[in-house]
């Protein structure tokens, strides 16, 4: 029930917008540019630039990886560099790992490929048996992506839940942090059905819509994916965290660090150090509503997350503590309290919707009221 009311109020948000959803496309059936695009989406990447150019190359270039066992064949005889045209150790090694996992469950064809997702098990298989950590540090893929494999073979009922989709579901007024991932993918589902939509095509209407927007920093406007280190260091400088800047830019590398660039922790950093200054307005403001125990959950900065929780981030971090580093309670951001004055008559009409959304009116008036702030704002731009 619970999950119901709050797909009811993602319902309404949408239909407050005048959201269109339209039909997804249909999948390329390319087996081995659906494996690159999963494996080089997320962790920072900028999909336009960075992913989508190398798996339109792997599927115009390599037309006989279009099926596992193809592409098994280029691999061994031209490697994963080659093939995913990318530098990134970690992503090379989880291609590789992908390919023969799909070998071992007799996955060859994109119908193959398809069918096998269509099973939860098969999910939680991909999840835990695929690309499990090894010598090299490469973690197993997550649920995201997981669904995300899902949507790329365009099963109906597929929902991938990143930050794009998470943000406006916080937009819709739901308290995100109160959910699990599965919850959350829950939810975009029960509101397509609601909508009379498949969650496939009401999830990439959403992820599209949430993509287009852009935030201010400072005076600094960046697009939703986030930020770099430079970017974290510029906009440091000009709100005048001189002294924070110089601790985070001369932290030296841990010797043990075998995770991805040392400008992921820089990031970490910066972003802790924003929060424990209230700084609200930094670069990544899908973070600023978050709790400081989600406050990792952006792409790379993960890595560096992790590496202090084992015995030589453990030690690094004993060594090196700015006041960001350390355990804290942060309190929520405060807002500003207003109060407004409806007729009657008007009030009563106004209650009687915040009831259809499944909202008390406070929480409706809200979502309006920013909606129509950032209309204006765009309109502005």
């Not at 996992?101 to 298989?125: C, G, H, M």
């Not at 739901?174 to 919850?183: M, W």
């Not at 804290?328 to 409806?342: F, R, V």
Request: hydrophobic share 35%; net charge positive; glycine share 6%.
């Amino acid at each position: 029930m619970l999950l119901q009311a709050e797909a009811k109020k993602l319902t309404n948000y949408i239909n407050s917008l005048g959201f269109n959803i339209p039909l997804r496309k249909p999948s390329h059936k390319h087996v081995g540019a659906i494996i690159a695009d999963a494996v080089l989406q997320g962790g920072g990447h900028r999909y336009k630039t960075q992913v989508k150019p190398r798996v339109e190359r792997m599927r115009d270039k390599y037309p006989v990886a279009d099926t596992v066992s193809g592409l098994s064949s280029l691999l061994k005889s031209q490697g994963a560099r080659t093939l995913l045209n990318w530098s990134g150790k970690d992503e090379q090694q989880r291609f590789r790992q992908t390919v023969a996992f799909f070998l071992k469950e007799q996955i060859n064809t994109f119908d193959d490929l398809r069918n096998w997702l269509k099973s939860e098990a098969n999910r939680y298989r991909l999840i835990t048996k695929s690309n499990r950590v090894d010598k090299a540090g490469i973690a197993e893929i997550s649920d995201a992506t997981a669904d995300y494999y899902r949507v790329l073979v365009r099963l109906p009922d597929a929902v991938k839940v990143d930050s794009r989709v998470e943000q406006f579901l916080a937009d819709a007024g739901i308290n995100t942090t109160k959910y699990r991932y599965k919850d959350l993918r829950t939810i975009v589902q029960l509101a397509a059905k609601q909508l009379r939509r498949s969650p496939l095509d009401l999830e990439g209407a959403i992820w599209n819509c949430t993509g287009k927007r852009t935030y201010e920093g400072g005076k600094m406007t960046v697009k939703w994916q986030g930020f770099t280190a430079r970017q974290a260091k510029e906009f440091s400088q000009k709100r005048g965290y001189t002294s924070e800047v110089e601790v985070i830019e001369t932290m030296k590398r841990p010797e043990d660090w075998k995770l991805r660039s040392f400008d992921d922790a820089k990031r970490g950093n910066y972003l802790l150090m924003w929060r424990w200054k209230g700084e609200k307005n930094y670069p990544s403001p899908h973070q600023v509503n978050r709790n400081p125990s989600d406050r990792w959950q952006s792409g790379k900065i993960e890595s560096f997350h992790k590496y202090l929780k084992k015995p030589g981030g453990i030690a690094w971090q004993n060594k090196h503590k700015p006041n960001w580093l350390q355990p804290m309670t942060t309190a929520p951001l405060p807002e500003a309290q207003l109060t407004i004055g409806l007729p009657v008559e008007q009030e009563a009409q106004f209650k009687r919707l915040a009831g259809e959304w499944g909202v008390d009116t406070p929480v409706l008036a809200r979502i309006w009221i920013l909606e129509r702030l950032r209309q204006l704002r765009n309109e502005s731009q």
